[in-house]
């Protein structure tokens, strides 16, 4: 296939060809990463640039070093589930080695050097990831493990708040006769933690659902965002449908009733520019591990002024303020939040990873995302029997397309594109009520990230024509 | 390993045209399986008549080496005795989660041994096991000394 044939192959590339943002000990100082080119002369397996594209996908193959690997007998990776855990660049990769090698101690205890240096790295790194979302202050981010964590620890306080002693906490009781309103579009980690909210506390669960055109039915939003509503939760950008919800609705709608707002924005984030204070949000779920970051951390943005009223969800170390024998009061946040040793060396390269994005800047993210979105759109659905689950490419419609393909089931076509070299993620992609509400059981999701390229999108339209054929479909 | 070492041609044939597919009666058992990581699931009925698995039957939806799987699996177990078909179960369930290490009996396996492929992709280990331990589960609720005796299933893989 001429895609895999087009320049020489790349030489192992510079460490990242966009500088390595220095960590700065002031909190809220970021040092600005210059972009330098990388060597247009280095073409990656996948080909060079499209003229006009708004990121420069050559230089930035070059910072990745798993893109130089091939996969399955010898054959250039082409990695597009970047929507289920995205490829780290080696900047990212080395302020995780660096951090540990020079810095690493124990964090918020201790007087000695290292405990220093890793407690002020610690911090810089939350204040340059809050102002990376926009958030007004990095007291209002607190670091969990992951995105599901993140959700649960919302879910899990506000269930709290019914046996607080603290009188700051009433407002969020929730219980019998209450309503918790998300959609049927949400991944599990924004579904299962209100189903059980509602089953310990009494309450509702309800839900928006979806149009025929893939996006959020609003026609019942009267009746389902009442008095009675305490928590609307949504995702920002569908993980399966790539639909971006109209957000200042939904907020505008939750204000009027007083309910809280509770947004998903995992598969925005990496993807997007995205501002929580101007979207008007109350707390922002996102992860680490998607937004070229490391496993193991997530992040939650809630407002300054619910945080420090909202009790704590995993109680212990380092979350409190006084302990007694008997009973124990609680620190102010994000430490509130933060119960245990956090995940210390993965925070530092999460700062490097939303570096490495803001110097590409995520309105280029965005566009380069939406240019592949629509070659793949376009591609697939010029093959007979590929039906595109999602709205058509544009500004509202996020870098992913997942598709079934009539007669081929997605494990089937999955398995075909992973013997060319092509991963793809195959399945429910933890959104089952949305495939149901399709009339469907799985489908194939192809996700796109910074690294993707034009031949990339080519090569997926031409390994799910291979499994058509292969299956005697087409 | 080659896409083709996967799909035999066996495979393909089995899931365009599954063998005893469809819901009988008289039943035993009925199960209702579902693999929770995409969705596929099975229901299937047994039928034991004098030790005898005399009939099963099923109705699925899945990829097409769960199809196949479950197709040959009829092929392999109906008419036979309960021991046996057992027997059949555990030398199959052995050759798919052994990562390739166990080629699989022809003797006992029959066409079932075009499987062995599927040891060397795990994330497709469950999709082979499907039909097999719906089929377990549904005899254990009838003949529970059967499964006590024989075996077979992993554990991993015991609520597909």
Request: hydrophobic share 40%.
């Amino acid at each position: 296939m001429s895609w895999r044939q087009t320049g020489t192959s790349a030489s192992p590339g510079p460490a990242c060809t966009h500088e390595k943002p220095a960590v700065t000990v002031e909190m809220g100082v970021r040092t600005g990463a210059v972009v330098t080119g990388g060597s247009p002369a280095q073409h990656g397996p996948a080909g060079p640039n499209t003229p006009g594209s708004p990121l420069d996908v050559v230089a930035i193959r070059g910072d990745f070093p798993i893109l130089r690997r091939t996969v399955r007998d010898g054959k250039p990776l082409v990695y597009l589930d970047s929507g289920a855990t995205s490829q780290r660049p080696e900047c990212v990769i080395d302020a995780e080695q660096d951090f540990l090698t020079d810095h690493y101690g124990a964090v918020k205890r201790g007087a000695h050097a290292l405990a220093e240096e890793a407690s002020d790295r610690y911090e810089a790194a939350r204040a340059t990831i809050a102002t990376f979302i926009g958030a007004a202050s990095p007291d209002e981010l607190v670091f969990t493990k992951n995105a599901t964590e993140s959700l649960n620890l919302v879910a899990y306080s506000l269930g709290n708040a019914a046996s607080s002693q603290d009188p700051a906490a009433a407002r969020f009781r929730i219980g019998p006769g209450d309503e918790i309103l998300v959609t049927e579009m949400e991944h599990h980690a924004n579904l299962v933690p209100w189903q059980e909210l509602c089953r310990r506390s009494g309450a509702s669960l309800r839900w928006l659902g979806l149009t025929d055109d893939f996006r959020l039915d609003l026609s019942g939003m009267a009746d389902l965002v009442n008095p009675r509503t305490r928590v609307v939760a949504f995702t920002h950008q569908s993980n399966v449908l790539g639909t971006v919800n109209p957000v200042t609705e939904l907020v505008d709608a939750a204000r009027r009733v007083g309910a809280l707002t509770v947004l998903d924005a995992c598969q925005s984030v990496p993807h997007r520019p995205v501002d929580v204070t101007a979207l008007g949000v109350d707390f922002v779920a996102f992860s680490g591990h998607k937004m070229l970051g490391p496993t193991g951390i997530g992040g939650l943005y809630g407002r300054q002024e619910l945080l420090a009223a909202l009790p704590p969800f995993i109680t212990g170390g380092s979350m409190i303020e006084e302990v007694f024998m008997d009973h124990s009061t609680f620190g102010a946040p994000p430490a509130r939040f933060e119960a245990g040793t956090p995940p210390v060396s993965q925070a530092v390269a999460l700062a490097a990873a939303a570096d490495y994005l803001d110097t590409l800047g995520m309105d280029a993210v965005a566009a380069h995302g939406q240019e592949l979105t629509t070659l793949a759109i376009a591609g697939l659905s010029a093959l007979p029997g590929v039906r595109i689950l999602g709205p058509g490419a544009g500004p509202d419609r996020g870098s992913l397309v997942a598709f079934v393909v009539e007669g081929v089931h997605p494990h089937d076509v999955g398995q075909i594109l992973d013997d060319a070299g092509i991963a793809v993620r195959t399945g429910h992609h933890c959104a089952w009520p949305l495939h149901r509400r399709y009339g469907i059981a799985a489908s194939v999701r192809a996700s796109f990230a910074v690294y993707n390229t034009v031949g990339e999108v080519s090569a997926l339209i031409d390994g799910v024509a291979s499994a058509q054929r292969f299956f005697g479909s087409r | 390993m080659s896409i083709t070492d996967l799909y035999q041609e066996i495979i393909l044939d089995h899931a365009r045209a599954p063998h005893h597919h469809g819901l009988r009666t008289p039943f035993d058992a009925e199960v209702h399986h579902v693999n929770p990581t995409c969705g596929d699931e099975v229901t299937l009925r047994v039928r034991l008549t004098d030790g005898l698995v005399a009939d099963v039957s099923y109705d699925s939806m899945g990829c097409s080496i769960s199809q196949a799987s479950t197709s040959v699996m009829t092929d392999l177990v109906i008419g036979r005795s309960l021991p046996q078909a057992m027997a059949t179960l555990a030398s199959f369930d052995e050759m798919v989660t052994s990562r390739g290490t166990v080629p699989g009996d022809e003797e006992v396996l029959g066409d079932a041994v075009a499987f062995a492929g599927v040891a060397r992709y795990p994330a497709r280990v469950k999709c082979a096991l499907l039909g097999w331990m719906a089929f377990r589960a549904a005899v254990a609720q009838v003949a529970p000394e059967a499964i006590e005796k024989v075996g077979g299933g992993s554990p991993q893989s015991d609520r597909a």
